[in-house]
């Protein structure tokens, strides 16, 4: 299951510094506006020590990580949802991610250009809410003159949906995004191929000065008060540092998040926020072969969550071996796992849970 984000936020915030650090994808990063044109795709591996802990435990050749896919899309400017900037294009890249991973700029620093002349994340925040708000507004009030057509006409569902339509227009009139209304999951199906960025989540990335990283910090307090209020959550990072790290070895890395007094890089736990936000959960399978992670929504039964390795063993599901990751790294593989009881049999209703180490049975 691809999990799909785009980095935004305004120009020289630091997005693409980010994203080169983050995918080494080498993403062009330079000081200027609209450095980044196209939008760059970089997959991240998830860092999960339980992975490692299950290739030792089966012996498992090879380790296969979750992952995240990161877009990092051109910075947008007031007016862009009129187009300026190419804000059209931008935002119909937008569109086609899952969420939403917006950078503020919360360091000061001469060298480097700010599009409004200062560094102020409220108001840059308040800029791209703006434009977003805009280009759905844009986008509902064309469906709603289509959807009034129809439901003249009497054709089936049009009522419904534009209902649903009107309910979010008024929202978005009133400068909230849609992610806020009241939507039943009808409503949101009704509205799922109108692909309205604000309805989509959103986790704010506050890139600090090096020397601030951890520190009290009024610019990221700023962004973290919006987030509240939006109930989204905040991860600050330091772009600079996150670029030093990207050229260390797994060791050198280590030694230098000690010495910066912090036990886990900035960008894994970007990941795992972005992870966590989609709503996504781990479960492993492992063998000689590999040890792998797979990735599914909360709340997913076992046959579809075995559709993710093949469809055919979703069709011919009998059930499922299920040991949890705790025994495993505490007693070993299959066999040990089943002589001391800790292997449960489930059927088809069985809810996958984060971590669940699963041996499917099916019919070919």
Same mark, same amino acid.
């Given at each position: ?7 935004v936020g305004l120009p020289n915030v630091g997005k693409s510094t980010i994203f080169n650090a983050m995918t080494a994808a080498g993403a062009e990063s330079a000081n200027y506006p609209f450095c980044t044109i196209d939008p ?26 979750? %992952? ?41 620093? #001469? ?8 560094? &102020?994340? %409220?108001? $840059? ?31 089936? &569902? ?26 039943? &999951? ?11 960025? #604000? ?27 919006? +987030? ?20 260390? &070895?797994?060791?050198?890395?280590? $030694? ?25 959960? %781990? ?11 797979? %990735? ?15 469809? $055919? ?15 495993? +790294? ?25 971590? $669940? ?8």
């Amino acid at each position: 299951m691809a999990l799909n984000c785009g980095i935004v936020g305004l120009p020289n915030v630091g997005k693409s510094t980010i994203f080169n650090a983050m995918t080494a994808a080498g993403a062009e990063s330079a000081n200027y506006p609209f450095c980044t044109i196209d939008p760059n795709v970089g997959i991240v591996a998830l860092n999960d020590p339980r992975l490692l802990t299950l290739q030792k435990a089966f012996g498992s050749k090879r380790m296969v990580p979750a %992952t995240v896919e990161f877009v990092d899309i051109a910075g947008l400017v007031a007016g862009a949802s009129k187009g300026e900037g190419l804000g059209n294009q931008f935002l119909g890249h937008i569109r086609e991610t899952d969420a939403i991973l917006h950078v503020v700029r919360c360091f000061e620093d #001469t060298q480097v250009i700010h599009v409004e002349g200062s560094v &102020d994340p %409220t108001r $840059d925040i308040a800029t791209i809410d703006l434009e977003l708000i805009l280009a759905d507004m844009d986008s509902l009030t064309r469906r709603k003159s289509r959807v009034e057509k129809k439901a003249r006409s009497g054709e089936k &569902d049009a009522k419904a949906d534009l209902a649903a339509t009107e309910k979010v227009l008024a929202l978005l009139e009133a400068g909230e995004p849609a992610r806020k209304a009241d939507l039943t &999951d009808d409503e949101r199906a009704i509205l799922k191929d109108a692909h309205l960025i #604000t309805l989509k989540p959103v986790l704010f990335v506050a890139n600090v000065a090096e020397d601030m990283l951890g520190k009290p910090n009024p610019l990221v307090e700023q962004v973290e008060r919006i +987030a509240k209020e939006q109930g989204a959550q905040v991860v600050a990072i330091s772009g600079a540092i996150e670029s030093e790290l990207a050229t260390l &070895d797994a060791a050198d890395r280590q $030694d230098y998040l000690a010495d910066l007094g912090v036990e886990e890089a900035g960008l894994d736990r970007l990941a795992h926020a972005a992870y966590a936000l989609l709503g996504r959960i %781990t479960y492993f399978t492992a063998g000689p072969q590999e040890a792998r992670a797979w %990735t599914v929504r909360k709340g997913t039964l076992a046959p579809a969550a075995a559709a993710e390795i093949h469809s $055919d063993i979703e069709r011919g599901f009998i059930r499922a071996e299920v040991a949890a990751f705790e025994d495993v +790294a505490a007693i070993g593989p299959w066999q040990p796992l089943k002589d001391a009881g800790k292997v449960r049999l489930e059927g088809k209703d069985y809810v996958v849970q984060d971590g $669940d180490v699963i041996y499917f049975r099916f019919n070919v």
